[in-house]
C-alpha cells in the first residue's frame, strides 16, 4: 500500500468517525421527543396547584380535595385528638420524620410539625395516599384513632403518623400556603 | 430526457392555467384573498407580542360576544406576554360551571387559569337560535381551518416561497372587505339578512354584518384602531389560537435543517470516498 | 443469492451465538457481503428510505395512540390536546400527518423506478407482487388514519370510501353497513378503524420482511436490466450500498422536516380542522392527495357498461386501476428489461408518469364541465398502457443494442464521460 493511500484511508476513518458521532447526536435528538411527551403535558402541569375553601370546616371534620389525581385530607381535628397525639413520644414512632414538604427534610414528626402550624395546630393537611403500596386509608379507623388502610392494614394516629402495619412512613403533608384565613392554596 | 420532460411541463402548465382561469370565474370568492406581510411568516417567523395582545382586545371587546374561543387556555396567554397575575386577573372577569359541590349541586365559580375560554352560547344551538341560524364559527382553529384554494401553478410555487399564511389572509381580507357597491351580478342574490362580502368563500354574502369600524376600540399601546388594523390584529390573534407552537416549531426546524443538512453533507463526502475507487 | 455465507465469527461470544441463533451472521449476509450491481443510481434508494418512513409512521404512531381517544365525542379534542399540550405533541402529530404523504412519494417513485427498469419481470414476480400488496395495505392503513383525527374530511372521506361497497349488487349495503358498524360512520366505526390502523402497520412490516427477502433470493435489479454475471458485476452491500442510500435518505428526510416545520399543513386539507359533522357536507370532498389519481378514476366512469351501472363502474375501474399492477409481470412481453434500452416504452413510460399527476390533479377538481372527458381520457391511458401499450410493444419494438454485462456498461458509460477508466475492480 502506497503512503497516499494510507493517508487517504486515515481521512476516510476520521470522516466515518465523525459521521457516526453526528447519526449518534442525530438518534438522541430525536429520541428526547418520544421521551419527554410522556412527562405530564401541559394541562396537567396547571392542574398541579389547588385552592381550596375550609371555611366550613368544623371540628372533627373533614374534608377530600383532589390534587393531581391524588386525595387531600384536610381535617379539623377535636382536640381530644389533638392532645392524644401530642402525648406520644418520638420513641415510640416507627418514623420519626414529620414527611412535611414545609419543612426541613428532618424535622421531627411532633405533632406541631405535622399540623398546619402557629395557631392552626388543630388542622392537618395530607396525603390521603398509604405509603405502602398507595390505597386511599380510611378516616377515624385503626388501632389509634386516625386512620387505617385496608389493604395491608397499615394504622395511622390522629397526627398521620405510621404506628403499626407496613407501611414505612408517615402520611406525607404537601406544600401548603394560607391565602387567609379560610382560604389554603395546595402546591 | 430531461429538457423533453421540461417542454412536457411546460406544455400542461399553460394549458391548464388558461383553463383554470376559465373555469374560476363563477366560484367564489369574487376576490381572492389579500396578502397581509405578516410577523409569523417566513423560516424564522414569530409572532408579534403587541399585536396578539391588541387582537385579544378586538376579540374580547368586539368578537366574543358571539364567537367562542373555547380550546384556549388561559394559561397559555402566557405566550402573549402577560404575567400570571395579569392572566388571573383576566380569567376572572369570566364565570365557569362547575361542580357538582358536596351538595350534589353544579355551581358557578370565576374562571383561573387553567381554565378553557368559556363560550357565549351554552351549545351550537342556542349559538344558531341567536344567529338567525347562522353559527357563528368557534375561533380556535378557523386561521388554519379557513383557506381559499390557491389553484395551479400558485400551489406548486407555494412549497418555494413557503406561502402558509393562507387562513389569516382570509380573515384579514374578509374582515376589511365589505362594501356597500354590490356588482350588478350579484345583487339579487343577496339574500335577507345576509351582507355582500366579495372576499367570503361560501358565497356572495354571509350572515355577519360589518362589524368594525374606526375606533371602535381604543389599544392600550396607543396604535390608532383603524378598521385594517383590527382585522390584521385579530387575524394574528386567530392564528397565534390555531398553532400557538408556530415559534417552537419554527425554531426547531430551523435546527433540524442545519443538523441535516450538514449531516448529508458528511454522509456525501465519505460516500465521494468509498466510490472513488471503483467505477460505477 | 450468493451461494454460501462469508461471515466468520471473530469473537468468542460471536461463534457461541452463531452456533446456536445465527442471527449476526444472517444481519451480515444481508448487508454487509450482501452483493449489489455497482451501477446502481438514486432511483434505487427508495427501498431504504420507506423502511425509514415505516420506522417514523410506527414510531411516532404509537406514541400519539398514547395521547389519542378514539371515540366521536373526544377525538377531535384529543387530537387538539396533543397539538396543544403534550410535550413536543404538534411536532410529533406533524411528523406522523406528513409522514403518510412522504410515505406515499417515496411509494409512488419506487414503483415507476420497477416500472421504467422493468424491476417486475421474472424472476422478480412474485417480489412485485409482495410490493403490490404492501402498496394495497398502505392505502387501507392510510385511508383509516385519516378519519382518526375526526374532521369534516375524515368524516366525510370515510362516508364516501365506504360507500364504495353499496355499489356492489346484492351484497353492497349489508357490506357497508358491515364496515361501518352502524347505518352511517360514527362511533363504532371510529373504534375500528383506530384498531385496524394500529394493527396494519405491523402486517405491512410483516410484508416487508417478505418483500426484502424474495429480493434477496432474485438480488436487485439494476439500470441496465442485465443480470449480474460475474462477481466484477457487483460490489457488497456495506459499505456502497449503505452509504448511498445513507445520503439518499438524509436528502429526502431534508424535504421531509421542510414540511413538517415550516409548511405541516400544506398536504392536508383546511376543512379537518372543523371538526366533524354528520349534518353538513363540505361544499369539495377531496381525499389526500395521494389517493387523487384514483379518486378521478372512480369519476370518470359517468355512463352505464352494460348490465353494469355508472356506479359500480367507477367503483370497478378504481379497484382495477390498483389491481391492474398485481399482473404487470405478465402484460409486459419485452424481453429487455430496461427502459433504457427501450426508446417507445420510455416515451410511453413518461407519458404515463404525466398522464398520473395530470389524473391527480384532476382528482381535486369537482367533477363537471370539460374536467369530465379529461378524466375519461386520462383514465383511457391509464389502463391502455397496462392492458395494450405494454403487451403490444414488446412485440413491435426494437430495442437498442445491450451491453454484455453490467462491467462492460459501466466502463463504456466511464469512457464516455471523458474520465479515467478506473481500470480497479472493488477490493473484494
Redo the contacts between chains.
Keep these: 500500500m502506497s503512503e497516499e493511500q494510507q493517508i ?1 484511508g486515515g ?2 476513518d476520521m ?2 468517525i ?2 457516526g458521532m ?2 449518534a ?2 438518534v438522541g ?1 430525536v429520541a428526547w421527543p418520544f421521551i419527554d411527551q410522556m412527562q405530564p403535558d ?2 396537567a402541569l ?2 398541579a396547584t389547588i ?1 381550596i375553601d375550609i371555611s366550613s370546616l368544623e371540628p372533627g371534620m373533614e374534608m377530600t380535595a383532589k390534587w393531581r389525581g391524588k386525595p387531600v385530607f384536610v381535617r379539623n381535628r377535636t382536640p381530644e385528638e389533638v392532645e392524644a397525639a401530642k402525648a406520644v413520644a418520638l420513641a415510640d414512632l416507627k418514623d420519626p420524620i414529620a414527611r412535611n414538604a414545609n419543612l426541613a427534610a428532618d424535622a421531627p414528626a411532633d405533632d406541631a410539625n405535622r399540623g398546619a402550624g402557629e395557631g392552626r395546630e388543630s388542622l392537618i393537611v395530607q396525603l390521603g395516599v398509604c405509603t405502602h403500596l398507595g390505597c386511599v386509608p380510611l378516616g377515624q379507623a385503626g388501632e389509634f384513632g386516625g386512620w387505617f388502610c385496608p389493604c395491608h392494614g397499615s394504622h395511622y394516629d390522629t397526627a398521620g403518623r405510621i404506628r403499626k402495619g407496613p407501611a414505612p412512613e408517615n402520611l406525607p403533608v404537601p406544600p401548603v400556603t394560607f391565602l387567609s384565613d379560610t382560604q389554603i392554596r395546595i402546591g | ?1 430531461i429538457s ?2 421540461k417542454a ?2 411546460a406544455a ?1 402548465v399553460m394549458g ?1 392555467s388558461v ?1 383554470g382561469a376559465a ?1 374560476a370565474a363563477g366560484d367564489y370568492p369574487i376576490n381572492k384573498p389579500r396578502h397581509v406581510d405578516w410577523t409569523f411568516a417566513g ?1 424564522f417567523g414569530h409572532y408579534d407580542e403587541q399585536q396578539l395582545q391588541r387582537g385579544l382586545k378586538v376579540y374580547k371587546e368586539v368578537c366574543s360576544s358571539c364567537h367562542a374561543i373555547s ?1 384556549v ?1 388561559f ?2 396567554l402566557a405566550d402573549l406576554g402577560y404575567s400570571e397575575e395579569q392572566i388571573k386577573a383576566l380569567a376572572a372577569e369570566y364565570t365557569v360551571m362547575d361542580g357538582p359541590n358536596a351538595d350534589g349541586e353544579m355551581f358557578e365559580r370565576p374562571a ?3 381554565d378553557r375560554w368559556p363560550a357565549p352560547y351554552a351549545n351550537k344551538e342556542a349559538a344558531q337560535a341567536a344567529n338567525n341560524g347562522a353559527y357563528p ?1 368557534d375561533f ?2 378557523l386561521a ?4 381559499v384554494e390557491r389553484g ?1 401553478p400558485w400551489f406548486v410555487f ?2 418555494f416561497t ?1 406561502y ?1 399564511e ?2 389569516p389572509d382570509y380573515i384579514y381580507s374578509l374582515m376589511t372587505g365589505y362594501t356597500d357597491e354590490i356588482p350588478e351580478h350579484y345583487a339579487d342574490q343577496i339574500a335577507e339578512g345576509t351582507y355582500f362580502n366579495p372576499y367570503f368563500k ?1 358565497g356572495p354574502a354571509l350572515a355577519m354584518p360589518n362589524i368594525l369600524s374606526d375606533d371602535l376600540i381604543s389599544y392600550d399601546d396607543g396604535t390608532p384602531a383603524t378598521v385594517d388594523q383590527m382585522a390584521q390584529d385579530v387575524a394574528a390573534f386567530m392564528m397565534w389560537a ?1 398553532e ?2 408556530l415559534e ?3 425554531e ?3 435546527r ?2 442545519v ?6 453533507g ?6 465521494r ?3 472513488a ?4 | 443469492m450468493s451461494g454460501h455465507s462469508t461471515y466468520q465469527p471473530t469473537s468468542g461470544l460471536g461463534k457461541w451465538f452463531d452456533a446456536r441463533m445465527p442471527l449476526p451472521r444472517l444481519v451480515h449476509d444481508s448487508f454487509v457481503s450482501y452483493p449489489v450491481p ?3 443510481n438514486y432511483a434505487y434508494t427508495f427501498g431504504g428510505i420507506l423502511s425509514i418512513m415505516l420506522i417514523v409512521q410506527i414510531a411516532t404512531g404509537i406514541v400519539l395512540a398514547m395521547h389519542y381517544a378514539a371515540n366521536t365525542a373526544v377525538a377531535f ?1 384529543s387530537v ?1 390536546h396533543i ?2 399540550d403534550v410535550n413536543w405533541g ?2 410529533i402529530r ?1 411528523m406522523h400527518m406528513n409522514g403518510a404523504s412522504f410515505f406515499f412519494i417515496a411509494v409512488y417513485l419506487h414503483i415507476g423506478r420497477g416500472l421504467y427498469y422493468g424491476s417486475y419481470k421474472a424472476p422478480r414476480e412474485l417480489l412485485w407482487i409482495l410490493g403490490c400488496i404492501i402498496f394495497l395495505l398502505m392505502m387501507a392503513t392510510a385511508f383509516m388514519g385519516y378519519v382518526l383525527p375526526w374532521g369534516q374530511m375524515s368524516f366525510w372521506g370515510a362516508t364516501v370510501i365506504t360507500g364504495f361497497f353499496t355499489a356492489f349488487p346484492v351484497i353492497g349495503d349489508w357490506l357497508q353497513t358491515l364496515l361501518l358498524g352502524g347505518f352511517a360512520v360514527d362511533n363504532p366505526t371510529l373504534n375500528r378503524f383506530f384498531s385496524l390502523h394500529y394493527l396494519l402497520p405491523f402486517m405491512i412490516l410483516g410484508v416487508v420482511i417478505l418483500h426484502v427477502w424474495a429480493l434477496h433470493v432474485t438480488g436487485q435489479t439494476n439500470p441496465t436490466g442485465i443480470e449480474v454475471k460475474h462477481k466484477t458485476d457487483t ?1 457488497p452491500f456495506t ?2 450500498a449503505t ?2 442510500d ?2 439518499a435518505m ?2 429526502f ?2 424535504v421531509f ?2 414540511f ?7 398536504l392536508g386539507h ?2 379537518n ?2 371538526e366533524a359533522d354528520p349534518l353538513k357536507t363540505p ?1 369539495h370532498i377531496v381525499p389526500e392527495w395521494y389517493f387523487l389519481p384514483f379518486y378521478a378514476i372512480l369519476r370518470a366512469i359517468t355512463f352505464n357498461i352494460g348490465p353494469i351501472d355508472s356506479k359500480l363502474g367507477g367503483v370497478l375501474a378504481m379497484f382495477g386501476a390498483v389491481l391492474v399492477l398485481f399482473v404487470v409481470p405478465w402484460l409486459d412481453t419485452s424481453k429487455v428489461r430496461s427502459a433504457a434500452y427501450r426508446p417507445w416504452y ?1 416515451m410511453f413510460f ?1 407519458l404515463f408518469v ?1 398522464n398520473a399527476l ?1 389524473l391527480g ?1 384532476l382528482g381535486s377538481r369537482p367533477a363537471e ?2 374536467y369530465i372527458p379529461a378524466m375519461q381520457l386520462s383514465t383511457l391511458y391509464y389502463f391502455a398502457f397496462f392492458l395494450v401499450i405494454m403487451p403490444l410493444l414488446g412485440l413491435f419494438e426494437t430495442p437498442r443494442r445491450l451491453p454484455n454485462s453490467i462491467t462492460e456498461a ?2 463504456e458509460k ?1 469512457k464516455s464521460k471523458g474520465g479515467a ?2 481500470a ?4 473484494e
Design positions: 487517504d481521512r476516510r470522516l466515518l465523525a459521521t453526528m447519526g447526536v442525530g435528538a401541559a394541562s396547571a392542574l385552592e | 430526457m423533453k420532460l412536457l411541463a400542461i391548464l383553463s373555469q423560516p380550546r387556555a394559561r397559555t383561573i387559569p387553567s364559527p380556535s382553529l388554519k381551518a379557513r383557506a395551479f407555494d412549497i413557503m402558509a393562507l387562513g361560501g390555531a400557538p407552537k417552537e416549531r419554527k426547531t426546524g430551523f433540524v435543517m443538523f441535516l443538512a450538514v449531516f448529508a458528511m454522509v456525501y463526502l465519505l460516500k470516498r468509498v466510490f475507487s471503483v467505477a460505477h | 455497482r451501477n446502481l379534542s387538539e397539538m396543544r404538534w411536532m406533524y460490489l459499505p456502497f452509504v448511498k445513507a445520503f438524509l436528502l428526510l431534508l422536516a421542510y413538517i416545520f415550516y409548511m405541516p399543513n400544506y383546511p376543512d380542522y372543523i361544499a420510455k413518461w404525466v395530470f390533479w364541465g370539460w459501466v466502463l466511464t477508466a478506473p480497479a475492480m472493488p477490493a
